[in-house]
């Protein structure tokens, strides 16, 4: 049985309870849960075995320690010191990976990630998380875009803990874009649940008992948290807050704070200090109290993470005092009870609290609730998927290969652009028992041969991204035992390529849909029983995004240019909505003509386009109401924006936009072009201009449009779903698939 291996390090210390440490511990265990069989690379001498001793259960976690050469297994990673630098944790990675190799590499560290991003022995393993960057597209300066985009392009996945860091990362680093994947906070099962007792709250005999659990910094205001019990204790409230935690920094621009703050803890009246405990341990000990506190300077509120601590809290029912920011809101809603600002006197609001104890029963019950979805057992659900996609478990046919042969299934693709191609690349990548090499051709009809030659001499099977010069090469000169799959597009059935292909060597010819099937058919040498269907793929799972409030009202275009896409007939349509409604808009995700100069340099298209652009111009109608986006492949991140997405042109052989707005929860409109009506749904295809703007006035004027788009989205991904695709491409590696025309 081929099992999934992972290696997990962290630019965390496990001897300090802290966030990043509990992150660590928490994603070791959700991956042991998943089967996976996880090696923990520490980067410190333990001195400590609070949170290693939960992992120890687990059979397939190993936890290695470079600075013991206790395990057999491990001697060569021996290393002296206390902790290892970047350069010696890359080393280490390097050796382990080498050793073991790893189906993926979990990494946590703003200075690990880009040492790592320039190795070649992990290039493109990387599960790459990271929280030290930069929390806003304003703080985003170029030092920064350069080393995150080394790191993304060396990365597999990049990791992200909120939509709003995934939406950051991809709109400011291209190189993000179809990488970042949501890796949300996990709570652990919490051992107790809270029992708040609020019979005679704030007195003598049932303390107001507040808890806070991490690290001592100022940022995190721990100090003056140290001040609440002698505060409420002048407005006649009996407190005492338990400190947890054993991590005092040392700010340097704050001398003599640590000691301070060990004062506090030591000497304050009414606190408690526990120091270090188990992570189990300080949840059973939080139980006890009527109140977690998260009170954190403001200057924390531009985070676009959540804090694992307040989620603990929730998933026990501890009600929580916390800063009053956008994750917040999202999380818990405008109306959480115990939301505190800037200016907010912290003591009056528990002192409110005791007057009033329901206000503690309401925080508990939504806090409670919001959490739920953080639970070790919703992210193993949530990372089983996220594995399955990322890291799938090879078809039956690979497993037989690799079985048989004692080693990977080799696999080349061929091409010289694979914008359509680059998700079923990267599930051969992650799928155990396949190894997966490219052969970049520098145009579609030329080559230097060398590269070619070596691939060619390597490969099981040979994938040829368009029905180009590679194509005609490889079936040229491919062994018999070798496998050869082309994939033809539209272009090329303009081009003599199809035509000419020695159509004996290839085992299968894929086409994206059944008309394009057919016009291939009649131009190639390729036995009929070999010319085969597979759609384009559409990724639901990365394009269903919490779409903007306003996102009905924006209609989406994505590409605009050549004239054949018809923007003209998008423009007729917002003209004809925003004539009963003003608040629609039009907005295009496109290269400009000029920015394609195969477009430009047509007299007809130049013409057409400046006609085009002029007449928008002297619309009243249409002033202000048409935005221009960058093409980007930030697609996903766009569509958040769009309620609508168009697709006007004159001929596709597909048209991708369309099927990635159902995908997005947007309602696709289709103005009819050949072929269509075998591709989409008729509900969506409407047969002119007036119908199609009619279409989306109806909807949001009897607000369906929500209904219209789960109702798209369901559609697409049952079609065309990456996972079904996916796994057509995958038994074509090793199986031939039924013919388009049977």
């Known amino acids: 049985m081929i099992k999934r291996k992972i290696l997990l390090y962290g630019d965390v210390i496990m001897n300090i309870i802290d966030g990043s440490a509990v992150w660590a511990a928490s994603a070791a265990e959700v991956l042991a849960r998943c089967d996976v069989d996880v090696y923990f690379l520490l980067k410190a001498k333990p001195v400590t075995d609070r949170l290693l001793i939960p992992l120890n259960e687990f059979k397939n976690i190993t936890i ?94 990049m990791l992200c803990q909120t939509e709003y860091l995934r939406a950051l990362l991809e709109t400011t680093i291209p190189q993000t874009a179809g990488k970042c994947v949501i890796w949300s906070p996990i709570a652990a099962e919490p051992p107790e649940f809270a029992d708040l007792n609020l019979t005679n709250i704030g007195t003598p005999s049932n303390p107001l008992s507040l808890v806070y659990t991490g690290k001592f910094a100022p940022l995190w205001h721990t100090l003056e948290m140290t001040e609440l019990p002698a505060q409420l204790a002048k407005l006649g409230i009996t407190a005492k807050l338990n400190m947890i935690g054993d991590k005092i920094h040392q700010p340097k621009d704050q001398p003599g704070w640590s000691e301070q703050m060990r004062s506090a803890l030591e000497d304050s009246p009414g606190v408690v200090w526990h120091g270090g405990m188990s992570r189990s341990s300080a949840m059973r000990e939080s139980a006890k109290s009527h109140i977690g506190i998260s009170w954190r300077s403001v200057e924390l509120d531009t985070s676009l993470e959540l804090s694992t601590k307040v989620l603990e809290f929730g998933s026990m029912g501890l009600p929580v005092l916390l800063n009053r920011n956008f994750i917040h809101e999202d999380l818990l809603g405008k109306d ?236 007729e349509i917002l003209t004809e909505v925003r004539k009963v409604d003003p608040r629609f808009k039009l907005i295009v995700k496109s290269k400009l003509p000029w920015q394609m100069p195969w477009v430009w340099r047509d007299e007809a298209e130049r013409k057409a386009f400046r006609n085009l652009f002029e007449s928008i111009e002297r619309s009243e109608l249409l002033r202000g109401s048409i935005i221009f986006d960058d093409y980007g492949a930030d697609v996903a991140n766009w569509l958040r924006r769009v309620g609508w997405v168009l697709s006007t042109s004159d001929d596709e052989s597909f048209h991708l936009a369309p099927a990635e707005g159902a995908a997005s929860a947007a309602v696709p409109v289709i103005l009819p072009w050949p072929g269509s009506d075998q591709i989409y749904n008729f509900n969506w295809i409407k047969q002119d201009v007036k ?35 996916t796994e057509q491409w995958t038994r074509l590696l090793t199986e031939d698939l039924g013919s388009a025309n049977s």
């Open 64 to 157: 290695i320690n470079p600075f013991t050469d206790a395990v057999s297994k491990f001697k060569s990673l021996f290393t002296r010191g206390e902790t290892l630098s970047v350069a010696s944790a890359v080393s280490l990675i390097e050796k382990l990976h080498k050793q073991e190799n790893f189906d993926a590499i979990l990494i946590r560290g703003g200075k690990l990630a880009p040492a790592l991003a320039k190795s070649d022995v992990v290039y493109g393993k990387l599960w790459t998380y990271l929280t030290d960057i930069p929390q806003s597209a304003a703080a985003m300066d170029l030092a920064s875009k350069k080393w995150l985009g080394e790191v993304a392009k060396a990365s597999h996945l």
């Open 336 to 571: 959480y009870p115990l939301f505190v600002d800037a200016d907010s006197n912290i003591a009056q609001m528990l002192a409110n609290v005791v007057k009033d104890s329901s206000i503690l029963t309401k925080s508990a019950g939504a806090i409670s609730k919001a959490t739920a979805n953080y639970s070790m057992s919703s992210s193993v659900r949530r990372v089983s998927e996220l594995l399955n996609r990322h890291i799938p478990l090879p078809s039956a046919g690979i497993t037989t290969f690799v079985n048989s042969n004692s080693r990977p299934l080799r696999v080349v693709v061929a091409s010289h652009d694979l914008k359509f191609f680059t998700k079923i690349a990267a599930f051969w990548q992650g799928m155990p028992g396949v190894e997966l090499r490219f052969d970049h051709w520098p145009a579609i009809n030329r080559n230097e041969g060398r590269v070619s030659k070596a691939m060619l001499k390597w490969a099981d099977v040979i994938v040829c991204e368009w029905c180009g010069g590679n194509a005609l090469w490889y079936a040229k000169h491919k062994k018999s035992k070798q496998r050869l799959i082309v994939r033809l597009h539209r272009f090329e059935l303009s081009r003599p390529w199809p035509e000419t292909i020695n159509g004996s060597a290839v085992n299968q010819l894929v086409c994206v849909s059944k008309p394009y099937a057919d016009l291939t058919l009649a131009k190639t040498s390729v036995p009929k029983n070999r010319v085969v269907m597979v759609p384009n793929w559409v990724d639901v799972a990365d394009l269903n995004r919490p779409k903007f409030p306003d996102a009905q009202f924006n209609i989406g275009l994505i590409g605009a240019a050549p004239m054949r896409k018809r923007p003209d007939l998008a423009i």
């Open 691 to 725: 119908s199609a703007a009619q279409f989306i006035l109806d909807s949001v004027q009897s607000d369906l449009w929500a209904d219209l788009g789960k109702q798209a989205q369901e559609e697409i991904n049952n079609r065309y779903g990456l996972s079904h695709v």
